[in-house]
């Protein structure tokens, strides 16, 4: 492929449409066959992208924008070839105009061109352990994308690599003989390469025989791809992006050792738990292995996000292992790691009281099973916040402020006309005022109406973790279901602490009831947050005094 940017800083849609171009099957996906300008020929072509999970067809005409008889943006060397320009377009259209193609990042256009799973890879400080991130990820068949970002937009460095601009990793090789082991990377311009160590013209390649150069395809003019050792690659490049790709996508490739694929749409509704996903992994990537371990790769995206405008903070969490808990606004949250064989939960999290709909796509190397588990049925835990909001009008709209005694009577009222309802007898006065508390950052002793609803949502955020692991539905949570629940809520605790919650916050016979599971986390949450206002320098050590004591 030889296509040539425009005038849009677009060069990351550049990128990934050269790392496409590697694989025909790919780009025939893209660009369906037999589209040209002859044979009934009516000025409309026809490009597909992958969206929330399906993939869409885009129509465009065959007008393209011009200045003095020359394309404006992308085009192709060779000026009787069109499909370059024609996908920018098309691309364009999808994502509401050109300027919308002005700046970005590689993974996500590889993602909308593949459906692949895309998500960063940190630079190794170590080059020796370059080689070990990047050959798995080549023998699954990913899209590899990298970039410096630390110079000027544009502007080279001392060595030929463009600041800002996208690259493609196309392959990794050792050299027989005097083993030396090199990185392939191409950019996309075809025009502009790195000219250090081990680029075509390099004097290292004089110690390698003529059979090895052929080997490794060494190719000594500028067409842009280039060869270069892991340590200038991590002195050059500090931006690694992965497109992961699986089933049909690799379906006529070559892949050593290729990603099994289940996918899952799913919603999160208001007030009804969280959903929950099984994963069972059966068979160790290698046998000879003695730790039995298993690659997976997991991703949770928000769906329809182009339409609304909104990105929610979603995380996902996996039971039976420490739980990944990283809450952001982002399209697509990626995680990738090894776990023993054995049985996982899987749970997608949003922070929000709209409905939303996902796509959860779960990759493994071997034989692995996923399904999806009971959603709580139960409607309603706690009001919505449009709710709160009301409530707070009715029983404190005229002081226009929540003391311990209004929310009191608030959740008393509420508990009672909910799925815990008989629950409310066990809520008192005494844990309304650590509620308050909580929010309370200028210790008035009251909330206004802003801090009242923080408080709320995080309470009903409480409450659909309490629904999601009390398992058997007694609306308490046993000693086993505790650890978990405060884990998913972001609080990790050892058999030390587990012991103190018992004695401190359960009822006789070890349970936590769901008023007392609220304080519980009331209690923890603010003294993690006093402890982190007193370790000013953040090494997990504070110094007190008997004053801070007391108070």
Same mark, same amino acid.
């Given at each position: 492929?030889?296509?040539?940017?425009?005038?849009?800083?677009?060069?990351?849609?550049?990128?990934?449409?050269?790392?496409?171009?590697l694989?025909?099957?790919?780009?025939?996906?893209?660009?369906?066959?037999?589209?040209?300008?002859?044979?009934?020929?009516?000025?409309?072509?026809?490009?597909?992208f992958?969206?929330?999970?399906?993939?869409?067809d885009?129509?465009?005409?065959?007008?393209?924008?011009?200045?003095?008889?020359?394309?404006?943006?992308?085009?192709?060397?060779?000026?009787?070839?069109?499909?370059?320009?024609?996908?920018e377009?098309?691309?364009?259209?999808?994502?509401?105009?050109?300027?919308?193609?002005?700046?970005?990042?590689?993974?996500?256009?590889?993602?909308?061109?593949?459906?692949g799973?895309?998500?960063?890879?940190?630079?190794?400080?170590?080059?020796?352990k370059?080689?070990?991130?990047l050959?798995?990820?080549?023998?699954?068949?990913?899209?590899?994308?990298?970039?410096?970002?630390?110079?000027?937009?544009?502007?080279?460095?001392?060595?030929?690599?463009?600041?800002?601009?996208?690259?493609?990793?196309?392959?990794l090789?050792?050299?027989?003989?005097?083993?030396?082991?090199?990185?392939?990377?191409?950019?996309?311009?075809?025009?502009?390469?790195?000219?250090g160590?081990?680029?075509?013209?390099g004097?290292?390649?004089?110690?390698?025989?003529?059979?090895?150069?052929?080997?490794?395809?060494?190719?000594?003019?500028?067409?842009?791809?280039?060869w270069?050792?892991?340590?200038?690659?991590?002195?050059?490049?500090?931006?690694v992006?992965?497109?992961?790709?699986?089933?049909?996508?690799l379906?006529?490739?070559?892949?050593?050792?290729?990603?099994?694929?289940? =996918?899952? #749409?799913?919603?999160? %509704? $208001?007030?009804r738990?969280?959903?929950?996903?099984?994963?069972? *992994? +059966?068979?160790?990537?290698?046998p000879?292995?003695?730790?039995?371990?298993?690659?997976?790769?997991?991703?949770?995206?928000?769906?329809?996000?182009?339409?609304?405008?909104?990105?929610?903070?979603?995380?996902?969490?996996?039971?039976?292992?420490?739980?990944?808990?990283?809450?952001?606004p982002?399209?697509?949250?990626?995680?990738r790691?090894?776990l023993? =064989?054995? #049985?996982?939960?899987? %749970? $997608?999290?949003?922070?929000?009281?709209?409905e939303?709909?996902? *796509? +959860?796509?779960v990759?493994t190397?071997?034989?692995?099973?996923?399904?999806?588990?009971?959603?709580?049925?139960?409607?309603?835990?706690?009001?919505?916040l449009?709710?709160?909001?009301e409530?707070f009008?009715?029983?404190?709209?005229?002081?226009?402020?929540?003391?311990?005694?209004?929310?009191?009577?608030?959740?008393?009222?509420?508990?009672?006309?909910?799925?815990?309802?008989?629950?409310?007898?066990?809520?008192?006065l005494?844990?309304?005022?650590?509620?308050?508390? +909580?929010?309370?950052?200028?210790?008035?002793?009251?909330?206004?109406?802003?801090?009242?609803?923080?408080?709320?949502?995080?309470?009903?955020?409480?409450?659909?973790?309490?629904?999601?692991?009390?398992?058997?539905?007694?609306?308490?949570?046993?000693y086993?279901?505790?650890?978990?629940?405060?884990?998913?809520a972001?609080?990790?605790?050892?058999?030390?602490?587990?012991?103190?919650?018992?004695?401190?916050?359960?009822?006789?016979?070890s349970?936590?009831?769901?008023?007392?599971?609220?304080?519980l986390?009331?209690?923890?949450?603010?003294?993690?947050?006093?402890?982190q206002?007193?370790?000013?320098?953040?090494?997990?050590?504070?110094?007190?005094?008997?004053?801070?004591?007391?108070?």
């Open positions: 492929m030889d296509v040539c940017q425009g005038e849009l800083n677009d060069c990351w849609f550049l990128s990934a449409v050269a790392s496409l171009s694989n025909p099957f790919l780009l025939h996906q893209v660009v369906p066959p037999g589209q040209g300008f002859q044979g009934g020929y009516n000025g409309c072509f026809r490009f597909r992958w969206q929330n999970g399906v993939w869409t885009v129509q465009i005409d065959d007008r393209l924008p011009t200045k003095r008889d020359k394309l404006v943006y992308m085009r192709s060397s060779n000026k009787d070839e069109f499909w370059s320009a024609l996908l377009k098309a691309y364009a259209k999808l994502k509401g105009g050109y300027s919308a193609l002005d700046m970005g990042y590689p993974h996500v256009a590889m993602a909308d061109m593949t459906g799973i895309t998500g960063g890879l940190r630079v190794p400080s170590d080059p020796r370059l080689g070990y991130e050959q798995p990820l080549l023998q699954k068949g990913a899209l590899i994308n990298c970039a410096n970002t630390t110079g000027p937009f544009g502007k080279k460095n001392d060595f030929g690599i463009v600041y800002w601009h996208a690259y493609s990793v196309t392959g090789e050792t050299t027989k003989g005097s083993p030396v082991q090199l990185v392939r990377i191409r950019n996309p311009w075809g025009n502009t390469e790195w000219n160590r081990w680029s075509d013209g004097s290292e390649w004089d110690n390698v025989s003529a059979e090895e150069q052929q080997r490794v395809e060494r190719v000594q003019q500028e067409d842009g791809e280039f270069m050792s892991p340590e200038d690659f991590c002195q050059n490049f500090d931006m992006e992965v497109c992961h790709l699986s089933g049909d996508a379906s006529e490739s070559k892949v050593k050792k290729p990603w099994k694929c289940t =996918l899952h #749409h799913g919603h999160w %509704i $208001p007030q738990g969280l959903p929950q996903y099984s994963l069972t *992994l +059966l068979e160790e990537d290698d000879s292995d003695p730790e039995q371990m298993c690659s997976f790769l997991l991703a949770l995206m928000q769906k329809h996000t182009h339409k609304t405008g909104v990105l929610s903070n979603t995380e996902l969490r996996i039971y039976k292992v420490s739980h990944f808990c990283f809450l952001s982002r399209r697509e949250h990626v995680y790691g090894r023993p =064989l054995g #049985h996982y939960i899987i %749970i $997608p999290y949003i922070n929000t009281n709209r939303e709909e996902f *796509l +959860l796509r990759l190397e071997k034989i692995s099973i996923t399904s999806p588990g009971p959603m709580s049925p139960r409607l309603v835990g706690l009001p919505s449009n709710e709160a909001r409530l009008v009715k029983h404190c709209g005229k002081e226009s402020y929540c003391t311990s005694l209004d929310l009191y009577n608030m959740l008393t009222g509420a508990i009672a006309k909910g799925v815990f309802a008989g629950s409310e007898k066990q809520l008192n005494e844990q309304c005022k650590s509620f308050v508390v +909580l929010m309370d950052n200028q210790v008035k002793g009251r909330l206004d109406l802003m801090e009242f609803l923080a408080l709320w949502e995080q309470l009903w955020d409480w409450t659909g973790i309490f629904l999601t692991f009390d398992k058997n539905k007694n609306q308490v949570l046993d086993n279901e505790i650890p978990p629940a405060l884990e998913a972001g609080i990790s605790v050892d058999r030390f602490i587990m012991q103190r919650i018992v004695l401190r916050y359960t009822e006789p016979n349970t936590v009831t769901f008023p007392g599971f609220l304080f986390l009331t209690k923890l949450n603010c003294m993690i947050r006093e402890f206002e007193l370790d000013g320098t953040g090494k997990g050590v504070i110094s007190v005094n008997l004053r801070e004591v007391k108070t």
